[in-house]
């Protein structure tokens, strides 16, 4: 948004960007349960008719996620919202971007560190398995690193953080997003995947877009892809990290949260600097 956009409001440059989405007309929490609905209904209907032409599990995810979406913009779209806003697609000062390089780096050490801790993801590891030729593999390394980040942090951090950010305090509209992000991944994962969503969070919340969110998510799910699909999966009971693995990676997850911690304080400096 201009300054001089801002100032109409009677908002300044430097004030952070959940303020700078109240100015615009929020959806309510009722148009945000009914656009959800709309995503999974649709969402249902394409993995459905993907199943008959295809038992790939790649396909269907990636049906499931463009279908989610796709509803979500059907409704938004329907309902004479502006998509753009609803999502928080609009642009962020480039210091945004190293910076979102560097935090979806930090967190991907936290997810390693977690992975010796808590177990390698079942789930990760049937859907490398299942991908049985080099053509299935590319489309996993696209639905994952690409087309996961794009959808999910468009309807989390864009449409349910943002709808929130306008009745709540930041840091509770952030919680409440992160929440619902682990829920979708599963109870096994919903407490892992609550903390790690959170710095995704306040970057889209201090930056007012989720462009840089998206390059967290897409630098975490891309190394994390490439590494299994370069190993050969084994199922997560036979692997043993050795001893001191789980002290080391309690240490490197420690480090990795304090770099994330503090890469969440540089987004708040970018957030209150003037645009030129």
């Not at 919202?81 to 050490?109: D, E, M, N, W």
């Not at 087309?147 to 409440?176: H, K, N, Y």
């Not at 699909?229 to 997560?236: G, L, Q, T």
Request: aromatic content about 8%.
């Amino acid at each position: 948004m201009r300054e001089d956009g801002l100032e109409e409001k009677g908002l300044t440059p430097g004030q952070p960007s959940g303020e700078n989405y109240r100015a615009d007309r929020a959806l309510g929490l009722g148009a945000v349960v009914a656009a959800f609905f709309s995503g999974l209904a649709l969402a249902l209907i394409l993995t459905g008719l993907g199943s008959l032409v295809s038992e790939s599990l790649t396909v269907a995810f990636l049906l499931g996620e463009v279908g989610f979406l796709g509803g979500v913009v059907l409704y938004l779209t329907a309902s004479g919202r502006h998509v753009g806003k609803a999502l928080r697609l609009g642009h962020v000062p480039g210091g945004f971007y190293s910076l979102a390089v560097q935090l979806g780096i930090a967190l991907l050490f936290g997810n390693l560190a977690a992975t010796v801790i808590l177990g390698p993801s079942v789930q990760d590891i049937e859907f490398v398995t299942r991908a049985q030729d080099t053509a299935e593999r590319v489309a996993l390394v696209i639905a994952v690193v690409l087309a996961a980040p794009v959808i999910e942090e468009a309807l989390f951090r864009g449409l349910l953080q943002g709808t929130l950010e306008a009745r709540l305090r930041g840091w509770l509209a952030i919680a409440v997003a992160a929440l619902a992000f682990g829920l979708l991944h599963g109870r096994e994962g919903t407490l892992f995947f609550f903390f790690w969503s959170l710095p995704l969070g306040w970057i889209t919340w201090r930056s007012g877009s989720i462009r840089p969110a998206i390059v967290v998510h897409a630098v975490n799910n891309l190394v994390g892809m490439l590494g299994l699909i370069a190993s050969d999966p084994v199922e997560p009971e036979s692997i043993d990290y050795g001893p001191g693995a789980t002290s080391l990676a309690v240490t490197i997850l420690l480090v990795a949260a304090y770099w994330a911690y503090r890469l969440c304080l540089r987004a708040d400096e970018l957030s209150r600097r003037p645009k030129q």
